[in-house]
T-cell receptor, first 118, second 112 residues
Framework: GAVVSQHPSRVICKSGTSVKIECRSL??????MFWYRQFPKQSLMLMAT?????????EQGVEKDKFLINHASLTLSTLTVTSAHPEDSSFYIC??????????????FGPGTRLLVL | DQQVKQNSPSLSVQEGRISILNCDYT??????FLWYKKYPAEGPTFLIS?????DKNEDGRFTVFLNKSAKHLSLHIVPSQPGDSAVYFC???????????FGKGTTLSVSS
């Protein structure tokens, strides 16, 4: 149980285009999902907290107009990188916690999406 | 300001021996701690967690110890296996529904 999927796993795009990444909790409902970013050989840095039915909360330094987050249902959150530039190239990972039950303290991560902007 | 610190970037251990990965934190409001294992280009995999009301939690070969007074926790892997070779992240959170704060990770290498 507690499986989180991400799609796509890898994407290469041209500078200036937008890329949408989907994060799904497959066997549980998650009122809150989180989006992280990891640069090579660095830790996971929280970008934003995605709440179902409300606006996302962004961390300091993360542009909300560039990284659009939509949490349309209890099992789906999307991250759209708008007008992507080469410096946005990174590894994007989402996580989710079960909305109820004993495992709600634990966050389960998706497999990540490698974005390369040319 | 690093609230969760893993001061050892790497650790090498022989197969069959104990691996001890350490983690320190500064925020006394953290009440839940987790360890994740991560391979390159993959998402972190949850290993084991501990609540601040406990000082030890064990799951198979993995044991996590928490010393609240020292704001220190450690992950013990016994016996270590070559398949344990990966980056291990320590993470902490303040309350249910909040995001995890990660350390920078420790790369564990287990040689056969």
């Amino acid at each position: 149980g507690a499986v989180v999927s991400q799609h796509p796993s890898r994407v290469i795009c041209k500078s200036g285009t937008s890329v949408k990444i989907e994060c799904r909790s497959l066997d549980f409902q998650a009122t809150t999902m989180f989006w992280y970013r990891q640069f090579p050989k660095q830790s996971l840095m929280l970008m934003a907290t995605s709440n179902e039915g409300s606006k996302a909360t962004y961390e300091q330094g993360v542009e909300k107009d560039k990284f659009l987050i939509n949490h349309a249902s209890l099992t789906l959150s999307t991250l759209t990188v708008t007008s992507a530039h080469p410096e946005d190239s990174s590894f994007y990972i989402c996580s989710a916690s079960p909305a109820s039950g004993g495992a709600r303290e634990t966050q389960y991560f998706g497999p990540g999406t490698r974005l390369l902007v040319l | 300001d690093q609230q969760v610190k893993q001061n050892s970037p790497s650790l090498s251990v022989q197969e069959g021996r104990i691996s001890i990965l350490n983690c320190d934190y500064t925020n006394s409001m953290f009440d839940y701690f987790l360890w994740y294992k991560k391979y390159p280009a993959e998402g972190p995999t949850f290993l084991i967690s501990i609540s601040s009301i406990k000082d030890k939690n064990e799951d198979g070969r993995f044991t996590v110890f928490l010393n609240k007074s020292a704001k220190h926790l450690s992950l013990h892997i016994v016996p270590s296996q070559p398949g344990d070779s990966a980056v291990y992240f320590c993470a902490a959170k303040r309350q249910a529904g909040t995001a995890l704060i990660f350390g920078k990770g420790t790369t564990l290498s287990v040689s056969s």
